[in-house]
């Protein structure tokens, strides 16, 4: 598609607004907070900060809960610089009240919390690792500096998520996620884990860029770079050389979609557009087999895909219907 110069300047002067220590306009940071709960329902809360949109430095806010026969409970908050502080150990993001942070509660000092809380929905999620599952990074230079980790590739999760009537406790198993620079990873972005007692799975992919990691019944497994292939609309493969091989299917009864940059201005939605640059986020719940050491275990799965999409004015936000085909 040709982009009009007109647009690409407008653009770039959008993004040059404010001010921030960070150089490059394309900086971000994200973090994601996964879970699996045991009931079946997920937690996709995530937060960020980036210096694209009229002020730099700004920080959003997103988090869901979805469950089966239940309404989705959604949270989205953006905060103005003033109210974003990010420590240099990335252990304690705040934006304004709401945040992620490590060692809340002195008792437990290895245990993330994330809050977000407004007049109608809360959330407040903890997040302790498991024994012996130690981060894990990787460095790309894809069109910039990028950097990918699973700050916590294995954990255990409890906390609270309410709306109204709607919600209640969580219990489950979940995994911390962090990615950031100002690299361009190309294509859609595809996390893919497995998890449930004695059992981590996890492979993100975009571009150039890959993190694998498993563990099972306690151990780290030596994974090795891995593949996947999609042979079917709800199916998925990952094959490990030097681990376990995974399939993955998927139901639409559970999960949702959410546009990326929907906290942005008209204007801006529109120049985004034009360039190319308008993405969704799906998140979506499964199951999986994994075939390991000539055993067969059987644990619950999510999904997440970052991918292009149209762009549809004002009519179209965050849905939760039904998200792909069924197999034939």
């Not at 460095?139 to 950097?147: C, H, I, P, Q, V």
Request: aromatic fraction near 6%; hydrophobic fraction near 40%; charge should be negative.
């Amino acid at each position: 598609m040709s982009v009009p110069m007109s647009a690409l300047l407008a653009l770039s002067l959008l993004l040059a607004c404010g001010s921030h220590p960070t150089d490059s306009l394309r900086w971000r940071e994200h973090w994601e907070l996964l879970v699996i709960a045991r009931d079946g329902s997920l937690v996709d809360a995530n937060l960020s900060v980036s210096n694209t949109g009229l002020l730099r430095a700004q920080g959003h806010l997103r988090a869901a809960r979805w469950s089966e026969g239940e309404a989705p409970i959604r949270y989205g908050r953006d905060v103005a610089p003033i109210e974003v502080s990010v420590d240099p150990e990335r252990q304690n993001m705040r934006l304004g009240w709401d945040g992620l942070r490590l060692g809340e509660d002195p008792m437990a000092p290895e245990t993330w919390t994330y809050r977000a809380r407004d007049t109608e929905s809360s959330l407040l999620v903890h997040l302790r690792p498991e024994a012996g599952a130690a981060p894990l990074a990787v460095d790309t230079d894809e069109r910039g500096a990028w950097r990918v980790e699973a700050t916590v590739p294995a954990g255990t999760v409890n906390g609270w998520v309410s709306s109204g009537p709607r919600g209640g406790l969580v219990e489950g198993w979940g995994v911390l996620l962090h990615r950031g620079g100002d690299g361009q990873p190309e294509g859609t972005r595809t996390t893919a884990l497995v998890m449930g007692p004695e059992l981590s799975i996890g492979l993100d992919h975009q571009g150039q860029t890959q993190l694998s990691w498993a563990r099972i019944e306690g151990q780290t497994l030596a994974t090795g770079p891995a593949s996947f292939e999609r042979p079917r609309p709800a199916q998925l493969l990952l094959r490990f050389p030097d681990g376990p091989e995974v399939e993955i299917r998927l139901q639409g009864k559970v999960g949702g979609r959410t546009l990326l940059s929907e906290h942005l201005t008209l204007p801006e939605q529109r120049l985004l557009a034009l360039v190319g640059a308008w993405q969704e986020r799906r998140t979506r719940r499964g199951w999986a087999k994994v075939r390991w050491q000539g055993r067969e275990l059987v644990a619950s799965a999510m999904v997440v895909t970052e991918s292009l999409t149209d762009w549809k004015g004002t009519e179209w936000k965050s849905q939760d219907e039904p998200l792909i085909e069924t197999d034939p």
